[in-house]
């Protein structure tokens, strides 16, 4: 989801730089505006899939912290010596 989302927010971006160059092309004042609402539509859109990228970070960073104390604990687990066999012997 990471990814996508990456994905997402540097398409976005094309879009508004391209919107960007049209706007500075554009022919009269009404063009210019609608560009510049469009713009501003693409550039609320891009903060709300930042905030969701960043929370997709949370969640992994929260899972990685889990995974890590699961491993740590699995890690320090209780040593146990433990008599196999004896063995008696004598010199002669």
């Known amino acids: 989801m990471k990814d996508g989302l990456e994905r997402e927010i540097k398409q976005i971006e094309r879009e508004i730089s391209e ?3 049209a706007r500075s092309l ?7 505006v609608e560009i510049k609402k469009q713009i501003t539509a693409l550039e609320k859109k891009k903060h709300e899939k930042i905030k ?3 929370a ?5 960073d929260i899972q990685n ?3 890590q104390k699961i491993v740590g604990k699995q ?8 008599l196999l066999y004896k063995i008696k012997w004598k010199l002669v």
């Open 19 to 21: 919107l960007k160059k």
């Open 26 to 32: 554009a022919a009269t004042l009404e063009q210019a």
């Open 52 to 54: 969701t990228l960043y």
């Open 56 to 60: 997709e970070y949370e969640k992994i």
């Open 65 to 67: 912290d889990e995974l």
């Open 75 to 82: 890690l320090s687990g209780k040593n146990k010596v433990e």
